[in-house]
């Protein structure tokens, strides 16, 4: 098939490496340029395990091109996929910016083009696909020959070529018998037909928020039980892989810590709750959620300062600032929340470490009070009380806090070496 992808993002471009992987002919289109001249360079512009010997791969064999023209990419094509951002404003409700401006440079491009589809594969909300996206197209285009689906995406990030490659399930929103045999024939590649499922398009752009708010809820719920655990003296890890053991339960997404982050929970959980409201459905439950991922932090901090007094003045070192391990996303990331929560209790410096994502954090935080450091053993050598705020495999090593005073907000060591040790909720 030949594929074009507009926003070659996180979703984007993974997916589009992995239709590229299965000998699919695959155009990019993005309105950064750095991002369209590095892909054509088979560089990829993000970070994702995998990623950039897959691309190099398929664009050896000239199977991907990158443009900042719809035109090119969409008249070269017979299916385009969006994969642009979605975000949540602050009041809570879906921004559609990027949508509505993509489906009028879609639109544009697709006057006077014979038989397409248009795929919305970025996160939007039950009504968005039909409403909004194929309102724009048609109007803009007046062509009757479009056809329109909604394929959520489930990848995780530091996962995503795993996923992209194997995912659990395939949903594909329809309305029509010609999009669903095309993406049907797509996806059968990837995965067994029985774990493709096909539905309206209203549904499929539930089944994304369900899952999303699904498994914040079990964060939130085992940050709960680990608050609980912490003022008992109990152990919430030893708890939760007992619970988790339950097969109705499963033990995944049931680690209390910091809390989670990332491009998509915080916003699709806030989306969620405000959309639900304005269809007056009574809900306080993802508000409930949202609530106890944004005060970890300050269970944190009040743990620190039971333990060395007042921060005020003091030096510190944070470890990790990805919203997790295996990426360079810094989006949402409670490291970020926390250290900009340290500088409120006026510490005097935070020294902060990741393997990958100090240039996109320091885009994001610059402060005269923090100071990016590369080298692990440079960084621990700065303060002895430590941070960890993110699990990444290298900070497991107990031997690199032999006379620190750590607080894990992961449950990333057991702290045998350490001065003192005192983990979040256990
Ligand atoms: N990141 C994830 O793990 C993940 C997982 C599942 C679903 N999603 C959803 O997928 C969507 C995309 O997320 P992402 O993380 O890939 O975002 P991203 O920010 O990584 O990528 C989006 C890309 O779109 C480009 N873009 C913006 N406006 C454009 C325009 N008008 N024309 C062409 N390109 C444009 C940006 O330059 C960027 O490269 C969102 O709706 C998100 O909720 C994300």
Redesign the pocket.
């Known amino acids: 098939m030949r594929i074009s992808i ?7 471009l993974t997916t589009g490496v992995g239709f590229a992987l299965k000998n699919h002919k695959v155009w990019f ?4 340029k750095r ?1 369209v001249d590095m892909i054509n360079r088979a560089t990829s512009p ?1 970070y994702e395990p995998g990623l950039e010997e897959a691309l190099r791969e398929v664009h050896s064999k000239g199977l991907v091109r990158a443009t900042l023209s719809y035109e090119e990419a969409i008249k070269s094509t017979e299916i385009t996929f969006i ?4 975000p949540t404003k602050d009041d809570g409700s879906i921004d559609l910016r ?1 949508i509505e ?2 489906s009028r ?1 879609i639109g544009e491009a697709l006057k006077d083009k014979d038989k397409h589809i248009v795929v919305v ?4 909300l039950p009504g968005i696909t039909e409403n909004v996206v194929k309102e724009i197209i048609k109007q803009v285009s007046k062509n009757d020959n479009i056809y329109f689906a909604m394929n ?6 530091g996962r ?1 070529m795993e996923d992209v490659l194997n995912p659990d399930r395939v949903v594909i929103g329809v309305e029509d018998e010609y999009a669903k045999e095309k993406l049907l024939s797509l996806y059968k590649d990837f995965v067994s037909e029985d774990r493709i499922l096909i539905m309206p398009i209203r549904s499929a752009e539930l089944v ?1 928020y369900s899952s999303n708010a699904f498994l914040s809820m079990k964060i939130s719920y085992s940050n709960l039980i680990g608050r609980l655990a912490k003022r008992l003296g109990i152990d919430v890890y030893e708890v939760m892989d007992a619970v988790g053991m339950d097969k109705r339960i499963g033990r995944d997404f049931l680690n209390a810590g910091l809390g989670f982050g ?3 929970f915080p ?2 959980v806030k989306a969620l709750s405000y959309f639900t409201k304005s269809l007056n459905v009574r809900n306080t439950l993802w508000e409930e959620v949202l609530e106890i991922n944004e005060t970890q932090i300050g269970e944190l901090i009040n743990i620190m300062k039971s333990v060395v007094g007042s921060l005020k003045g003091k030096e510190i070192v944070v470890l990790g600032l990805s919203f997790k391990p295996d990426t360079d ?1 810094i989006r949402e990331s409670r490291a970020l929340k926390l250290i900009k929560k340290l500088i409120d209790e006026k510490a005097e410096k935070v020294y902060a470490h990741d393997p990958i994502a100090i240039d996109n954090a320091k885009k994001e935080l610059s402060h005269d009070k923090v100071e990016y450091i590369y080298d692990l053993q440079d960084a621990l050598s700065r303060a002895d009380i430590v941070v960890i705020a993110t699990e990444w495999e290298m900070y497991k090593n107990e031997e690199l806090y032999k006379d620190k005073i750590v607080f894990d907000g992961r449950r990333v060591i057991r702290g045998e070496h350490a001065r003192y040790y005192e983990g979040l909720s256990w």
């Not at 289109?29 to 950064?32: K, S």
């Not at 594969?121 to 939007?124: D, L």
């Open positions: 507009i926003g070659s993002g996180y979703v984007g289109v993005d309105v950064d991002k993000i994969a642009v951002p979605t990027f401006n993509v440079s594969k970025s996160t939007v959520p995406e489930f990848l995780r990030e995503a994304k990332g491009s998509c916003k699709d996303d």
